[in-house]
């Protein structure tokens, strides 16, 4: 079960360190926009460690439930990794999503029409 449990880990840490790898290179290219440079730097190093904390979190919990099927290691093996996968990739969606919505530029404020007044008194 040490084996199982060490292939499980390399792996899934693996994933969470490509992944965080992935959003601070989306963040480099986003530095090169117009006016985004400091801005896209800072979110990326933000994003992408709060990625990896709560990756390697979700992953070390998954990792637990290893134990749970010590009959049949390689199956137990098999469902940690695709669950830490799905969880990872949703993680890294909404990380970039994230990312996308820090970079994005400033909306303008919604003004309603004045209708012009009448300047008389009746």
Do not use: W
């Not at 994933?15 to 965080?20: M, N, S, T």
Request: aromatic share 6%; hydrophobic share 55%; proline share 5%.
């Amino acid at each position: 079960m040490l084996t199982i449990s060490l292939i499980y880990f390399n792996l899934a840490l693996g994933a969470v360190a490509a992944l965080a790898v992935m959003i601070l290179r989306i963040a480099a290219l986003a530095e090169h926009c117009d006016g985004n440079g400091a801005r896209a730097h800072a979110a990326g190093i933000t994003i992408a460690t709060g990625f990896a904390a709560i990756g390697a979190g979700g992953v070390i919990l998954i990792g637990a439930g290893l134990f749970a099927l010590p009959d049949t290691p390689y199956a137990a093996l098999m469902l940690a990794l695709g669950f830490a996968a799905l969880c990872l990739g949703l993680g890294f969606t909404h990380a970039v999503g994230t990312l996308r919505a820090v970079l994005a530029p400033p909306l303008e404020p919604h003004r309603a029409k004045q209708e012009p007044q009448a300047s008389g008194a009746q």
